[in-house]
């Protein structure tokens, strides 16, 4: 069975950084576009950074320039590496995949891993 692990997570203070990753596991027989999403309680989720499997990247506003999105295509993992934190970044981060684990392309969510930015 497919799964997504995220890890990286934790507690930063403003001005810091963190990096996430997030490694699919499983019988896979080709990863698609991977994504960054992030949830705060009582808000929706919101997309964070997207790549696709040739590298092109797509970031939301509010973390382009401090926030950069990259993935190694050999060990299936993703990662965001998160500079420049705020406080307003503190949410549940998971990530999202296309993939192929047969014949079919499925997509899959991670648990998610908190990251707090605070003094």
């Known amino acids: 069975q497919v799964q997504l692990v995220e890890s990286g997570g934790g507690l930063v203070q403003p001005g810091g950084s963190l990096r996430l990753s997030c490694a699919a596991s499983g019988i896979i027989l080709s990863v698609g576009i991977m994504r960054w999403y992030r949830e705060v309680p009582g808000n929706s989720r919101e997309s964070v950074a997207i790549?696709?499997?040739?590298?092109?990247?797509t970031y939301a506003d509010s973390v382009k320039g401090r926030f950069i999105i990259s993935r190694d295509n050999a060990k299936k993992i993703v990662y965001l590496q998160m500079n420049s934190l705020k406080p307003e970044d503190t949410a549940v981060y998971h990530c999202n995949a296309d993939i192929r684990d047969s014949l079919n392309w499925r997509n899959y969510w991670g648990q998610g891993t908190q990251v707090t930015v605070s003094s």
């Open positions: 790549i696709s499997s040739d590298g092109t990247t």
